[in-house]
RNA sequence: GCCCAGGUAGCUCAGAGGUAGAGCACCUCCUUGGUAAGGAGGAGGUCGCGAGUUCGAUUCUCGUCCUGGGCUCCA
């Protein structure tokens, strides 16, 4: 931007046009230089004349958030003719469409507000009104923002001016806004928006800000890939986990158990499935598994960090004992002070006298069986797991069926070993992770490195070897990653591996933990090679992650079509009339002795039902049994995901293919 | 926790200041039927919970719990 050329400066659309590079459908350019991503510029904007670029056509991604970011604009310029006296804070173009947020006075705005913004909307586009970019100076802007009054904007302004930025104004007819652009050449080319939603956003994203209110809106390049977007949520919500886990019976809800899952029997089924998929890995790669008390003295928490620095979200557990010499106490110093007591007081003779903690994670209860014995450099790597159920305090508003849950099971395991260990069992943890999610079919896998939170426990050299180790085993992997930061666990930096949601959702599922601080604080050692004791090093992780979260995007992922090996139910027998049910019912006997998991649907429904019955409930198998099959001794299956007739098959020829497909793919014979 | 929207039968949902309705599921009976819903009848609700306004509240008001969408946080 401020490179000096001695070739003059042209608008874009000019230079494009005379190289004859402008389609009627470009919104913007990409800017080129070699070496670095392009750079997205509105076609008013002056560059110089040699400048490499190409036109962006409307439908282009990036070309698409500068029409939502256009969009934004517009928005806001409607809601400020609307609702005068309301201000504008960030208005940004996001994954699929756009949001503004705003500080109205009076009442929130309604879903008729909404519909009235669109139109107004409408209008603005309709006057085909030129969006133009002003570069002022601090003074220029801040004169402007002070005129409208746009409190939030002058703010930004500041900071922006304390990072030395370019400061530049956008203005479409009348309305202006502090932005860094960059735009579509005139409202006209907003073709296909909708408003979706109204929610409360923070100023800045931070709590203790003023709340602001935020409108989501999303916009496409035309009215038909608006409509294929809204077709395609409407698509995802039948896919909803809540939905399908409610329609196949895997799982309820109690509001006397708030965001925790009750596994009905389908539910337990897949659950378990899962847990014993997991189990079998860790034969194969050398783990070894433990079982840990639930509840523990504050003590261990203490020592372990998680009082205070997790506090928030631990359940905290009382015997009635504790609670009246908690209550004695204080009715001794109420007493003693002459009938008063502050809050201090009373906070801190309750949760010294509150002796114990759930486990919100199993870390600290593996560090004591570490510890509980001397150990030597032979058994380390020591790979530790553990199926135990962990309960955190999730606040209120936060909760979210399956994927974000009050108790849970994760796959979790701690990894104790030596420092030169680490890298290679951080490769080895990428490799079966990645294996795991292959015979999920899970594809889109995103890697994020999470670094050092404010609030965290330990020195910053230990971080700062930690946060190394985690990005030179992804590395030595050849793994594309981002960066989270601040994302980090209070006790060490992480791994996650990221996969989505049907409705585009991103969730944490897999995770390594590298942690140089537990060792230490619970004073675990080794015998070395050299007779001398040395810390080990922690590794925490995960491969399903929290078994409950990984089962609501897995249902997602698959739409409730569990495969066979995962399947509640793997196949079920249909009878054409009442008069087969003896048959049906050695049939499921067989079945049953093989090992599958099978049922029969004996009821008086016509076989059509039963079938569509079946269909719904997604069994991968429907064998269906009458006169034939009686005499025949075979099965005539279909099959779910073939969605066809399979024809007849015998009963071995069944059980064989049943019992092929019930196991994962990584682990069949052929 | 905060902002917004909800909570009516097991499920999906309609309804309205005068003590509730449909479809599916469930129960009984008829039908014994060969690849996506055969027929008839029946039972089932303190309209999330608690207060207030009212002659009367499931409907209006307030509080509370739960769910959903965001903000924020995490597996």
Known sequence: MNSESNVSSKPVFAILKERGALPNNTVAAHLITPGAPPKVVDLH???????????????????????????????????????????????????????????????????????????????????????????????????????????????????????????????????????????????????????????????????????????????????????????????????????????????????????????????????????EYVRKLYVRFDYIEVITPQIFDRELFVTSGHLPAYAENMFLAASKENIENVCEHLAKVHEKEGGKLDAAEVEKALVEGIRFGVKPMNCPAHALMFGSTRRSYRELPMRVADFGRLHRFERSGVTQGMTRVRTFCQDDGHIFCALDQVQSEIESFVDLVYAVYKDFDFTEVRVVIATRPDVRIGADEIWDKSEKALIDGVEAKGLKYEIAPGEGAFYGPKIEFHLKDAIGRSWQLGTMQADFNMAERFDLSYVGVDNAQHRPVALHRAILGSIERFFGVLIEHVSGAFPTWLAPEQITLLTVSEKFDDHAKQVLKKLKAAGIRATADLSGDKLGAKIRIARNMRIPYRAVVGEKEVESGGLSLSSRDENKDLGMLSLDEVIAKLLHEGVPPSLRAS
């Open 45 to 275: 904007t002056p560059v110089p004349e040699d400048s490499q670029l190409e036109a962006l056509p409307a439908t282009h991604p990036d070309a698409l958030a500068v029409i939502r970011h256009s969009s934004a604009h517009v928005m806001a310029d409607a809601v400020q003719r609307l609702f005068p006296g309301t201000k504008v804070a960030f208005g940004p173009a996001t994954d699929n469409g756009f949001y503004y947020d705003y500080d109205k006075p009076g009442a929130p705005f309604t879903d008729d507000d909404l519909r009235a913004i669109e139109k107004k909307m409408g209008e603005i586009v309709a006057a085909d009104q030129r969006f133009t970019r002003e570069k002022v100076s601090p003074e220029q802007a801040r004169e402007v923002l002070q005129k409208t009054n746009e409190t939030y904007k002058l703010e930004h302004l500041e900071r922006l001016v304390a990072a030395g930025e370019e400061i530049s104004l956008y203005k479409h007819g009348e309305w202006v806004d502090l932005c860094e652009g960059p735009h579509v050449p005139s409202t006209r080319y907003l073709k296909a928006f909708q408003l979706t939603m109204v929610a409360g956003a923070y100023w800045r994203g931070v709590e203790t800000n003023p709340m602001l209110q935020r409108i989501y809106g999303t916009a496409f390049a035309d009215k038909k890939a608006l409509e294929d977007y809204l077709k395609q949520l409407e698509e995802a919500k039948k896919r909803d986990h809540r939905k399908l886990g409610k329609e196949l019976e895997l799982m309820t809800f109690h509001p006397w158990a708030p965001a925790s899952p009750f596994f009905l029997p389908r539910g337990a089924a897949i659950y378990n499935a899962l847990i």
